[in-house]
């Protein structure tokens, strides 16, 4: 019995009913793309309060800067293509941590269309101030996990991310 008062069987026929006189409809309990985007949602609405409030950036900046610690120098289109935005949203983030003195965009000397972007000392001391509370909040969050389990959700996560390509449509 559930806190309501219904068994399984009993919600399995109501379910069935739904079904039935609405026609098909998803299991938010089930449906995986809904849990990842509701634990996205919700992880990047209080990042971005926690890290605003703490540290004066954003999720998105926080983000970007992240993968610029790991792979200095990089173009705004790897930017786009790791984190998976879109172009306009990256090159507004890029526009407004350039202007707070956090990174600096070169120009590429042999191609001139070509943009090099890291983090400045500024952004670099922002970014090691952040890091120790997102790893903290990383914690917390897998702390419902014992160590193999965070492995095996780490690696079906790697595989899945591996694999979005598979239901993304070629364009035409």
């Not at 950036?57 to 800067?65: D, L, P």
């Not at 935005?85 to 003195?101: C, E, H, I, M, W």
């Not at 269309?113 to 897998?142: F, P, Q």
Request: one cysteine or more; charged letters at 25%.
């Amino acid at each position: 019995m559930s806190k309501n008062g219904t068994s399984k069987a009993g919600r399995g026929a109501t379910k069935a009913k739904a079904v039935a006189s609405q026609g098909q409809l998803l299991d938010l309990e089930r449906y995986v793309p809904a849990f990842v985007t509701f634990i996205a949602n919700k992880l990047s609405r209080s990042a971005t309060a926690f890290y605003q409030k703490r540290f004066g950036v954003n999720v998105t900046e926080w983000r970007i800067m992240s993968l610029l610690a790991i792979e200095p120098g990089i173009p705004a289109s790897r930017i786009c293509n790791v984190i998976g935005f879109d172009k306009g949203p990256v090159s507004r983030t890029l526009g407004a941590l350039q202007q707070r003195g956090l990174i600096k965009i070169e120009t590429d000397r042999k191609d001139g269309r070509s943009h090099s972007i890291a983090l400045t000392a500024m952004g670099r001391a922002t970014h090691d101030a952040v890091i120790g509370a997102a790893l903290e909040r990383e914690r917390k969050l897998l702390s419902c996990l014992d160590e193999g389990e965070r492995e095996v959700l780490i690696d079906l996560l790697r595989r899945i991310h591996g694999n979005v390509d598979a239901v993304n449509e070629p364009s035409e």
